[in-house]
């Protein structure tokens, strides 16, 4: 079956950067792209942007465009989100999900990332 | 970018109940809508895209209608687990944007 398994959940100081994996099995990774989705605690939800694992191609909400770097594995399925200059704004709960157009039919689990000295 | 306005905020039903939730986009998606599902502490679930077409495995009594810019999920006799948040997205064009949410209660 279909599974999206995110990282633990990440403590990292302001200002460090921290990068979220996201491997997917049950499906073939090229088919699918992968979405990044940001909910801050008791907020909606915020689409960061996606990649395509088969070519590379990234499309980014221009909010994320200068916080968040995505890229793929193709070798073992993992996407990863790459979020950098971290502050107390970047804590939340980040989920990949995937899709073949607009809307998205299986999430990961979501892992929280706090940031705090 | 397109805003979503989602309403009510919240609502409070009691079981058995049908209760609707509306969302408003700024301009015309063309149906290009998904409505979600979220439980505390829980991922998202897709109910609805399309505007209207039911996901796999979604049970009967969720309906979605709507078209331009005006959208609604409907729940016809709520069950227990239906008590959750609800969000509306639209998929017509980057960035894709979501409501901000239905908390829904029991009575």
């Known amino acids: 079956q279909v599974n999206l398994l995110q990282s633990g959940a990440a403590l990292v100081k302001p200002g460090a950067s921290v990068k979220l994996s996201c491997k997917a099995s049950?499906?073939?990774?090229?088919?699918?792209?992968i979405h990044w989705v940001k909910q801050s605690h008791g907020k909606s939800l915020e689409w960061i942007g996606y990649?395509?694992?088969?070519?590379?191609?990234?499309n980014y909400n221009e909010k994320f465009k200068s916080k968040a770097t995505l890229t793929v594995d193709k070798s073992t399925n993992t996407a990863y989100m790459e979020l950098s200059r971290l502050t107390s704004e970047d804590s939340a709960t980040y989920y990949c999900?995937?899709?073949?157009?607009?809307?998205?039919?299986?999430w990961g689990q979501g892992v929280m990332v706090t940031v705090s000295s | 970018d397109i805003q979503m306005t989602q309403s009510p905020a919240s609502l409070s039903a009691s079981l058995g109940e049908t209760v609707t939730i509306e969302c408003l986009a700024s301009?015309?998606?063309?149906?290009?809508l998904a409505w979600y599902q979220q439980k505390p502490g829980k991922s998202p679930q897709l109910l609805i895209y399309?505007?209207?077409s039911l996901h796999t495995g979604v049970p009967s009594r969720f309906s979605g209608s709507g078209s331009g810019t005006q959208y609604s999920l409907k729940i016809n006799s709520l069950q227990p687990e239906d008590f959750a948040s609800y969000y509306c997205q639209n998929g017509l064009s980057a960035p894709l944007t979501f409501g901000s949410g239905t908390k829904l209660e029991i009575k």
């Open positions: 399309d505007a209207s």
């Open positions: 049950g499906y073939t990774f090229t088919d699918y792209y």
């Open positions: 990649i395509n694992p088969n070519s590379g191609y990234t």
């Open positions: 999900t995937r899709s073949t157009t607009y809307y998205f039919d299986y």
């Open positions: 301009e015309d998606i063309y149906d290009i």
